[in-house]
């Protein structure tokens, strides 16, 4: 499971845009302009996207396209064009 081999990795990932949404806070609290807010809440929203594209990629090749695994999986670039989807929607 993805989660599990690169959890390490997906914690720190975690723990980035916890500090980020720490960040919108204070800058709330500290009555920060708009524009200013808006754009730690895009980048928040970005770190977001990034990380759910990369555990769907995952769980993609791991648990629906594995041919060893799975007989009738999908072919490699028919994998291909559904995670290039998946990844253009999580922009």
Do not use: F, N
């Not at 390490?8 to 708009?34: D, N, P, S, T, W």
């Not at 970005?46 to 995952?58: I, K, N, R, S, T």
Request: with cysteine; net charge negative; hydrophobic share 45%.
């Amino acid at each position: 499971m993805h989660t599990v081999r690169e959890k390490q990795k997906l914690l720190a990932r975690v723990r980035r845009m916890k500090g980020q949404i720490e960040a919108i806070e204070r800058a709330v609290e500290h009555e920060a302009g708009c524009e200013q807010v808006l754009h730690l809440i895009a980048g928040v929203r970005g770190a977001m996207a990034g990380l759910m594209a990369e555990v769907v990629e995952d769980h993609v090749r791991s648990h629906l396209v594995d041919a060893e695994q799975h007989p009738g999986a999908l072919k490699p670039d028919a994998v291909e064009q559904l995670l290039d989807v998946v990844r253009s929607y999580l922009k």
